[in-house]
């Protein structure tokens, strides 16, 4: 069964700090992995969608890592600012099924 | 191009009483998906349609929750009777449906719902 952790559960940085999130699953065998972001009281919005076949994707300021082998993917958010602030989750999209399975999310403050 | 829409984003309910929500997904999504987030916690899978079909409704406590998308496109989710560790947010997203998988998965607002 997949697991996927996320750690740390919480960080806060100064404005400025170029800063990675850590994203870990149990099961190589996946099909993608999307990397999502959460203000409070709102829904998800999807910030990038990593291919099983792909080993980075890039949007703006934003570059997300996948390394099957060993489970994990990296979000790296450059030159952070205090817009940056939310929860960061990570979903994984099993091979053998259809359905994502979340991760529990990184809380990020960026600190003006 | 038009998001995932959800009504109510508010529900207070008292325990025991019925509540349902409601979902427009992305035109032209084929697969539309219930979520329920409790504080603190990713999304957890309550059920998932192809079309007006269900994929998976494994992790949906059928004895209180239920659910509908009758021609395909919008869909709603009712719980009744409500308890009190219903309280979370119900987060309705959907995605296109290309070679044989779901792709990239998008969120409405979420419904927040309190159960007294």
């Known amino acids: 069964k997949q697991e996927v952790t996320q750690i740390p559960a919480a960080l806060s940085v100064p404005e400025g700090e170029n800063l990675v999130l850590n994203c870990s699953f149990t099961?190589?065998?996946?099909?993608?992995l999307q990397w999502f972001r959460q203000d409070p009281g709102k829904g998800l919005t999807s910030l990038l969608l990593i291919q099983s076949s792909q080993r980075e994707q890039t949007s703006g300021r934003l570059n997300a890592s996948l390394d099957k082998s060993s489970g994990r993917s990296t979000l790296y958010i450059a030159a952070s600012q205090p817009g940056d602030s939310a929860t960061y989750l990570c979903?994984?999209?099993?091979?053998?099924?259809?359905?994502?399975?979340f991760g529990p999310g990184t809380r990020l403050s960026v600190l003006p | 191009e038009a998001g995932v829409a959800q009504s109510p984003r508010y529900k207070i309910i008292e325990k025991r009483q019925s509540v349902a929500f409601w979902c427009n997904p992305i035109s032209g999504h084929a697969t539309l998906y219930w979520y329920q987030q409790i504080l603190g916690q990713g999304p957890k899978l309550l059920i998932q349609f192809q079309n007006n079909g269900v994929v998976d409704d494994s992790q949906l406590p059928k004895d209180r929750f239920s659910a509908e998308r009758l021609k395909g496109v919008d869909s709603t989710l009712k719980i009744q009777p409500a308890k009190l560790e219903d309280s979370a947010v119900y987060l309705c997203?959907?995605?296109?449906?290309?070679?044989?998988?779901?792709?990239?998965?998008?969120f409405g607002e979420g419904s927040r719902l309190t159960v007294l």
């Open positions: 099961d190589s065998a996946i099909y993608n």
């Open positions: 997203a959907s995605s296109p449906f290309r070679r044989g998988m779901p792709g990239e998965l998008f």
């Open positions: 979903a994984v999209r099993p091979n053998y099924g259809q359905n994502f399975v």
